[in-house]
């Protein structure tokens, strides 16, 4: 297995209230060229998750920052007008922190972390840092 230091968190940036699928997400992906979808765990509006693409593989999600960490998503994070949003169903939240909670213990994380910590974007709109996902480790 690959080291894995850091989870870094990334919202699929389509409207609050729609779901979308991981076929979906890895169709837009490989339309960019990429060999498969580019994160590797799906949380959707109801809690429920699917893995992306294997751990064991490094990921497509953040410039610059995909050696030695993996990428989840949740669905969601823009509004109607399509503005960033922290768009998180309360399932999803639930999710979110058990996911974290796993991953921290299987590969020993050392940091917790949103997309926009690392380019300037909205995604995951929402400051990890300030967040219960993001005082884990
Ligand atoms: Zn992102």
Redesign the pocket.
Known sequence: MRPIKEL????T?TPEGREVSVATIRQWHKERGWSDIGYHKVVHLDGTVEDGRPEATVGA??SGHNTGTI?Y?YVGGCDAKMNPKDTRTDAQKKAMLALTRQAIAKYGLKKVS???QY?A?A??SFDVRKDPIGNLV
């Open positions: 870094i968190w990334h919202c940036a999600h953040t990428g998503v949103g997309h926009n380019a974007k995604c995951p």
